[in-house]
């Protein structure tokens, strides 16, 4: 431990702060230049539709590689190796999905929000409330994830001790977080997020070329150090099983959780809300290439950062570290460059916390404002001014439940709350949008029965999993790796529920379906053209 403290002592806060406040001064500056041609309500809610396929994917490659993609996935390959990189997998592959049933098709057949897809050819009031509910429950549980990973962070890069501290610059992040939606809208949240996907993406590449210079630039000899350097299951870094090979129970947990990933993706709101912001669906497919490629890249980039920290700090140390495994990226920084370097990767990690809370703010306050109160409580019968409005309020309103929840949240198992998200996204949101693109026959009670049967069934199995409560008591830190400690109400097995939940909400949809009469073929036929052409898209919203 005395090695850790000596590690991050050799850090400086104060140099770690001023590279972040610059990097939030000249950020600010670009979203008020922004905020300029921000008047209508497609610029707000989809940046007048005006960004190229290049920029909009390298965008959503800042909105998509979060603080549990930078920090989670080096610390989970740095302690086990194989299984940690089976994440990086996972979370490209989900692209393809993607890539393939939802961009260009969504693109063409919405307007600004998830719910105009899905009420489309429906019900407009209860399938744009049970969407708006659905986005609103994805984003509040990515919101909470992020946050607290912003307490956590605060207490190893910055240097700021005690509870007061760490609540303090929750609530500074979420106040810039704000000012970036309140003032710039969507047009100053993707330049946010294309400014920190380059830093990002810079950063990693640096730290990569490092590693792999200490080693001779051969893969081969800095697996070895890693394997080396871990001891007794140093071997074990190699191969598949270290964490997911050792019962048949956790084998099952972690197809659950691949499925869960591979498939959320592809219905959570803020990723899909981004295809809206191209003028064009070639636009959209564009953009999902350029998003691949530079998520690849980097999670390319993950795998030597990975084994880099396993090698030249040490599993040992990035265990006992205040942020455990999402530690070894920082504390790797700080091994190659000092405190300058752990100083850049500080403000990145902070970067990347304050463009995907803005975009999950913004994402769910124009659902609110588009689907509720737009299309539900005022009927259609409102102006775009007073829906923008509307949309702002909200967004103070979500920041100010972000702050709240972020500090509650902080010393809470933040892993958890990412794949309860991606869980959600893949139960509720993709069997509804899947079937609404390419199914004839489906109709309102199947959406209805899809969405809150998805939501619903996957939160009750998260609540009862061992994710929450029942885990036994780690002899090292004396602590469950559950959510609640010294409780067990568990009695589902599985830490993620997307094995179960997901097919279980494509059953209820296609249940939902078969027992309604309803089935408007003129409105789908519409639907199947608009998706595959987009002639019309910018009229996606049926009154």
Request: with cysteine; glycine share 12%; charged share 10%.
């Amino acid at each position: 431990m005395s090695t850790l403290a000596a590690g991050v002592q050799g850090s400086d806060p104060t140099l770690n702060i001023t590279i972040f406040a610059v990097f939030v001064a000249i950020t600010l500056v670009i979203v008020f230049r922004a905020s300029r041609n921000t008047k209508t309500a497609s610029d707000y809610y989809a940046a007048g539709r005006a960004f190229t396929g290049p920029q909009n994917g390298i965008a959503i490659s800042g909105d998509y590689l979060s603080a549990a993609s930078f920090l989670g996935i080096a610390g989970a390959i740095a302690i086990n190796g194989y299984d940690g990189f089976l994440y990086s997998i996972g979370f490209l592959v989900a692209w393809l999905v993607a890539l393939l049933l939802v961009a260009e098709l969504l693109r063409n057949t919405g307007k600004f929000t998830m719910g105009d897809v899905l009420a489309f050819r429906m019900k407009q009031r209860p399938v744009r409330a049970a969407a708006a509910i659905s986005t609103l429950a994805v984003s509040f549980f990515y919101l909470l994830a992020q946050m607290a990973g912003a307490g956590g962070l605060v207490n190893l890069l910055l240097g700021i001790e005690g509870n007061l501290g760490q609540d303090l610059v929750i609530a500074v992040v979420g106040v810039i977080m704000i000012l970036y939606v309140l003032i710039g809208g969507m047009k100053g949240t993707t330049w946010v997020q294309i400014i920190k996907a380059v830093l990002l993406i810079a950063g990693t590449f640096a730290m990569t070329l490092w590693v792999l210079g200490k080693y001779g630039f051969n893969l081969s000899t800095l697996f070895q150090a890693a394997v080396d350097k871990g001891g007794q299951t140093g071997q074990a870094l190699l191969g598949p099983g270290k964490q997911y090979g050792k019962t048949g129970t956790t084998k099952l947990d972690f197809l659950s959780l691949g499925i869960a990933l591979v498939l959320g993706t592809a219905g959570l709101p803020h990723v899909l809300m981004r295809f809206y912001t191209v003028p064009t669906a070639k636009d959209a497919r564009r953009s999902v290439v350029w998003a691949i490629a530079l998520i690849g890249i980097f999670y390319l980039f993950t795998l030597v950062l990975g084994y880099g920290a396993g090698a030249l700090v040490g599993p040992e140390v990035i265990a006992k570290a205040p942020g455990t495994t999402n530690s070894a990226a920082p504390l790797l920084a700080l091994e190659l460059g000092g405190p300058v370097l752990l100083g850049f990767i500080a403000a990145v990690a902070f970067a990347t916390i304050l463009a995907v809370v803005a975009g999950l703010t913004i994402t769910a306050s124009a659902s609110f404002a588009h689907d509720v109160y737009a299309n539900v409580l005022k009927k259609g019968k409102t102006d775009a001014d007073s829906e923008v409005r509307v949309a702002r309020i909200t967004a103070l309103v979500i920041g100010a439940v972000a702050i709240v929840g972020g500090i509650l949240a902080k010393n809470q198992n933040v892993a958890f709350l990412v794949a309860l998200a991606f869980a959600v996204a893949a139960s509720a949101n993709l069997p509804t949008i899947l079937y609404s693109l390419f199914w004839k026959r489906f109709n309102t009670q199947g959406a209805l029965w899809s969405i809150y049967g998805g939501l619903g069934v996957c939160v009750l199995l998260i609540v009862f999993s061992p994710a929450v409560s029942g885990k036994p008591v780690d002899p090292k830190t004396g602590k469950s790796a559950s959510m609640i400690q010294g409780v067990d109400f568990h009695w589902f097995p599985l830490d993620n529920p997307g094995l179960v939940s997901i097919p279980v909400a494509f059953f209820l949809g296609w249940l939902g379906t078969v027992l309604s009469k309803e089935y408007d073929g003129k409105k789908y036929a519409e639907m199947e053209v608009r998706s595959l052409t987009g002639v019309g898209a910018e009229k996606a919203v049926r009154h």
